[in-house]
């Protein structure tokens, strides 16, 4: 059924159009109140943030690298400061276009061939935020040059700041570290705009590396008024940086760096303390490495030269390296024999040879010493004596003595990187390969070898504390410094015999003649020792060990050497530590290292004299020999084409955790494992016996 129209009457109609007017109105006010609520939102609680958007829209606003605290020596000398550097980096993901931008610069700063090549190659290879250094050291009107012409080379970064500088170079690489651009990874961990800051620098090792926290400082702020297209309108009020804490070191640089200079052509490192506190006067490790090439940017050719040396430059040997002590640890041998009761007076006879069950333990000396007492024994380095009297007493009555003067501790030191040798006995040996302690095994370690491994820093410490009879601690900060060591658990009268033995080294006919001071009322007392590093098979023994000179670098006997002056009132201690030395040229041995060095605490004049008589036959000073080392390493090697060979390692590893660096440690560990090997079999190092300094007078 169709239904009728329904008729809308007047009141009706009026009714709907006043509903809709007000739903209408309703939504036009609350559209409004939005609005105005908006607006007031906009203008009173995002005002602060909307009038720093406007004003970075007129503001450039770039950080300024703060300068880092200087490493100081104990003198106050600088060991690493900071120099004024003008520079020019690029921002790669701000380039438009590489190729104009690069021409522009090579006009503006006359940069080579080269420069280009190296430019390009870390351009390629570079994270999109990562400065690339164009070049720095520049003149003040090439770098005017550049900032007038910036709003034309987006991408290009000029810096006016501080540029990292070792004075002293290769002398302190391994005490300092150095400083590098942050990497990608460092980067994505803290998202800190700082590690993006072209020309800004973090430690990357070394006590530049631990000590970042208090090197670095807090960063500036330059503001710039640009227009709208990025032109420079006024420079701003600047925001000064806040230097970082320099650090005074106990380190003496003028020592430290003739320690490195002495060294001359070895693979080596040489640690001396102060006697009365236990400060570091220096800490040497040779050959290094230059830690202002490594701050600019090492090229992919140098870092190669260093990682294929076999002299490991990389590495830092007197924290990294671990070597068989050798006979420097007869004196800390002998102090446990008279600590368990053995008499001072009492002699063992030395034929040369000494039978143990099946096996025949030699002497150094083929003909044998005679009869020796204690004193004698350490003079002139007798085995037979240690043999015997450790072969009487066991070797577990020497190891909480050799614990006790610092083998096999761990020191409190700014250093990240630091091995701890080790001293064994029969639970260690029990633990370690699930097998009982032998006879053998007492007398290889009676004599520094077999399982016994030490660094060179732990042999400074031991000489250090057998010459002061005091517990110390060694220090390399000066506001970090341990008061009040107290005494060694040890009789005073067993100490000063095994310091009359060790007085008798150097100045009764002992192995260490060569190392007498010519300085009128010091005396120098001693220890001199060789660590075999190859295995000997039977066959060569039948028929004659091979001398050291006979034999490739890598097979020559470490020499080693420690001491403390004056002897009867010791004030410094020292430790020379040469890889594959072999005692095989003696200006370069360890007695006469250790008799410069020490004579430089005395009389500085005779010993910078001794230094300048030898120092041209080894091809000159530190920086002419490393010359020297590349100009023959390029003569000798395929060079790899131009822009890879310029090319800046960006993301090398640290120096002390280097392939090369690792490689070496492996080889050292497979040589222990050897000798290990060796003497279970009945052989080892004492089946042949130790080897001293060939020329002792």
Avoid at 590 to 608: E, N, Q, S, V
């Amino acid at each position: 059924m169709k239904r009728p129209p329904r008729i809308a009457t007047e009141a009706q109609q009026g009714y709907t159009f006043s509903r809709r007017a007000w739903l209408l109105g309703a939504a036009q006010l609350g559209v409004g109140g939005l609005l105005a609520g908006r607006m007031a939102w906009l203008s009173i609680a995002e005002n602060e943030r909307y009038n720093l958007l406007s004003e970075s829209n007129r503001v450039n606003m770039t950080l300024i690298p703060p300068r880092r605290g200087w490493l100081l020596d104990r003198h106050g000398h600088p060991i690493a400061d900071n120099r004024t550097d003008f520079r020019v980096d690029l921002i790669p993901d701000r380039i438009v276009d590489a190729d104009k931008t690069l021409a522009t610069l090579r006009q503006l700063l006359a940069l080579s061939d080269e420069d280009i090549l190296r430019i390009r190659a870390d351009l390629k290879h570079a994270a999109g935020f990562q400065p690339v250094k164009v070049t720095e050291n520049v003149s003040w009107e090439r770098f005017a040059a550049v900032q007038v012409r910036q709003p034309e080379l987006p991408g290009v970064a000029p810096t006016r700041g501080f540029a990292r500088n070792y004075p002293a170079g290769a002398a302190v690489a391994h005490l300092t570290g150095y400083v590098g651009g942050a990497t990608a990874e460092q980067f994505s961990k803290t998202r800190d705009p700082l590690l993006l800051t072209p020309g800004f620098k973090l430690g990357k090792d070394g006590l530049e590396k631990t000590l970042e926290t208090e090197l670095r400082g807090q960063p500036g702020a330059k503001r710039i008024e640009v227009t709208a297209r990025g032109k420079l309108v006024a420079e701003l009020a600047t925001r000064p940086d806040v230097p970082g804490k320099s650090q005074r070191l106990t380190i003496d640089v003028g020592l430290q760096e003739y320690a490195a200079r002495r060294l001359g052509t070895n693979s080596g490192s040489a640690v001396v303390f102060d006697s009365q506190t236990g400060e570091m006067l220096c800490m040497v490790s040779m050959p290094a490495y230059d830690p202002n090439s490594f701050s600019d940017g090492i090229s992919h050719f140098e870092w190669k030269m260093l990682s294929g040396d076999d002299h490991v430059p990389l590495m830092n040997k007197v924290t990294q390296g671990l070597y068989p002590p050798g006979s420097t640890v007869k004196p800390m041998n002998g102090l446990a024999l008279l600590e368990a009761g053995v008499d001072p007076n009492d002699r063992v006879y030395c034929s040369g040879a000494m039978r143990v069950g099946t096996g025949i333990f030699h002497c150094h000396k083929r003909r044998g010493h005679g009869p020796l007492d204690l004193r004698g024994a350490i003079a002139q380095s007798c085995d037979i004596y240690f043999y015997e009297m450790v072969r009487r007493l066991g070797y577990d009555r020497i190891a909480p003595v050799a614990r006790a003067v610092g083998l096999g501790e761990k020191f409190d030191l700014p250093f990240s990187t630091q091995r701890y040798g080790t001293v064994p006995d029969s639970a260690w040996k029990e633990r370690k390969y699930k097998t009982n302690w032998t006879v053998a095994d007492s007398l290889n370690a009676s004599i520094g070898q077999g399982y016994v491994l030490a660094n060179p820093l732990q042999l400074a410490v031991m000489a250090m504390r057998l010459g002061s009879g005091r517990m110390l601690k060694p220090s390399l900060l000066m506001d970090r410094r341990p008061r009040g060591a107290p005494p060694l658990p040890f009789d005073e009268a067993n100490l000063r015999v095994v310091r009359e033995g060790m007085w008798k080294v150097v100045n009764g006919g002992g192995t260490g003649g060569a190392s007498r001071l010519q300085i009128p009322g010091v005396q120098l007392a001693a220890k001199t020792g060789t660590a075999q590093v190859r295995r000997i098979t039977m066959a060569e023994r039948r028929s004659g060990v091979l001398g050291n000179a006979q034999l490739p670098f890598k097979l020559r006997d470490h020499a080693l050497f420690v001491c403390f002056a004056p002897a009867d009132n010791p004030r410094y201690a020292a430790a020379v530590v040469l890889e594959h030395n072999g005692h095989t040229v003696r200006n370069l041995d360890t007695p006469l290292i250790g008799r410069d060095i020490m004579t430089y605490l005395f009389d500085k004049p005779r010993a910078l004299k001794s230094l300048e008589e030898v120092e041209p036959t080894w091809g000159g000073d530190i920086r002419t020999r490393m010359a020297a080392q590349e100009a023959a390493y390029r003569a000798a090697t395929e060079a790899p084409p131009p822009a890879q060979a310029a090319a800046t390692e960006t993301d090398v590893p640290a120096p002390t955790s280097a392939p090369a660096v690792e490689s070496a440690t492996d080889a050292s560990n497979a040589t222990q494992e050897a000798t290990v090997s060796d003497i279970a079999n009945g052989a080892g190092p004492a089946s042949v016996g130790t080897t001293e300094p060939s020329d002792p007078l």
